[in-house]
């Protein structure tokens, strides 16, 4: 009895420091000394255990059925002894016999120790974890802890949290004991339990690092409209001022580049652009593909298709494509670049940031000599297959679902080309 009021003293105390909740660990205590018990004596018993808050007091009860011949003495007991101990049973019936705490055994006692001390780290764990429920997407400084199966393990405070592989810069290599901010994307439930996902990857978490540097993002002067990222590279982030007056590019960079520079600091050698966003859609088509200078924007459906002088094709498309592709994901549209001499690259506002080398250049593929991706995803949601679209006038072509002019003009001069 000494020892289960101690370890109720002990329970109370860790309760009060930890800010537990002291009902959830005396009901694992219940658990664990029903564990126990029937690793000890009856594997298959059916058990209740009691426990006493106040004074610690254990009460063990085990139910059995009543029967004429005991085939299990875990769970059964004979007629006569049944009613040696209570009158009036009968087969069938269920007693309940009150076991002594002193048949407990001293291994009993240990295996219900341990039991009770996985119960307390579960119940610090989720404990934790409440605390972080209302702090998704907020950023915190993490020290890298472990590498575990491609994720990296980073303790935040007293929990721990899971960088995904998926969710880590590519050129990042995270150092044992090294600090880094992280974005909390969210908690999810794995085979361990509920876990804390952070994130270093995502365009929230540039946005994040901005609203920390830019007093004017924090109180809503100037509003991050959208942000596109491929990680580790480059990013764009299109911002707009909501208070006549305030410069949001101007607030963003800060005075002399002070503010940029410190978010760039964070991320390496990841290099961005800030634009200004336009409610009008050709405008931010235009602004998206900064610093290339452009002609014209002709929007039709999802798809922009963009002119530009022949000395800015190049940084229209950018290196593997990658301005275009960013602009793509800025404006959620596809993009359609074309230069005095016709089509020249296509992007597609899709994620690829999964995408090997070789899916990026057929979403950026030259479509002056094949078909592209894109046109050809048209026609086989129109149910037509190249070979008929080539034998079908542009009129034909404008009248298939989801195929508008602009989009016919370009498959009739893709087929075109490779007749």
Known sequence: MAMVSEMLAAINQLA?????????????????????YRKEYADNADIDVELDAENGAFRIIVKKVVVDKVTDEDIQISLKEAQNIQEGLEVGD????????????????????????????????EAILEEFSDKIGEVFTAMMHRMQGGSAIFEIGKAMAVMPQIEQVHNEFYRIGDRYKVYLKGIEDTPRGKTLIVSRSCPEFLEALFRMEVPEIESGVVEVKACAREAGLRSKMAVVSHQEGV????????????RIA?????????????????????????????????????IEGD????????????????????????????????????????????????????????????????????????????????????????????????????IGKVTAEKIREALSSNS
């Open 16 to 36: 009060a420091e930890r800010g537990l909740d002291q009902e959830k660990i005396l009901e694992a205590l219940e658990a664990a000394v029903a564990a126990a």
């Open 94 to 125: 269920t007693i309940e016999i009150e076991q002594q705490i002193e048949d407990f055994g001293r291994i009993a006692s240990q295996t219900a120790k341990q039991v009770i001390m996985q119960k307390i780290r579960e119940a610090e764990k």
């Open 247 to 258: 410069d949001p590019i101007g607030a963003c960079v800060g005075q002399r580049g002070a």
């Open 262 to 298: 410190n978010v760039m600091s964070e991320l390496g050698e990841e290099k961005i652009d800030i634009i200004e966003w336009r409610e009008d859609l050709e405008e931010f088509v235009e602004k998206a593909l900064s610093p290339a200078q452009v002609i014209s924007v002709d």
């Open 303 to 402: 798809i922009a298709v963009v002119k530009v002088e022949e000395d800015q094709l190049s940084l229209a498309i950018g290196r593997e494509g990658q301005n275009a592709r960013l602009a793509a994901k800025l404006t959620s549209l596809r993009i359609d670049i074309q230069g005095p001499n016709g089509p020249q690259a296509q992007a597609q506002p899709e994620d690829d940031s999964d995408s090997s080398s070789d899916e990026q250049e057929n979403e950026v593929a030259a479509t002056d000599a094949k078909l592209s991706t894109t046109l050809a995803n048209k026609l086989k949601k129109a149910g037509i297959s190249e070979e008929d679209a080539s034998n079908m006038t542009l009129e034909q072509l404008i009248e298939l679902d989801g």
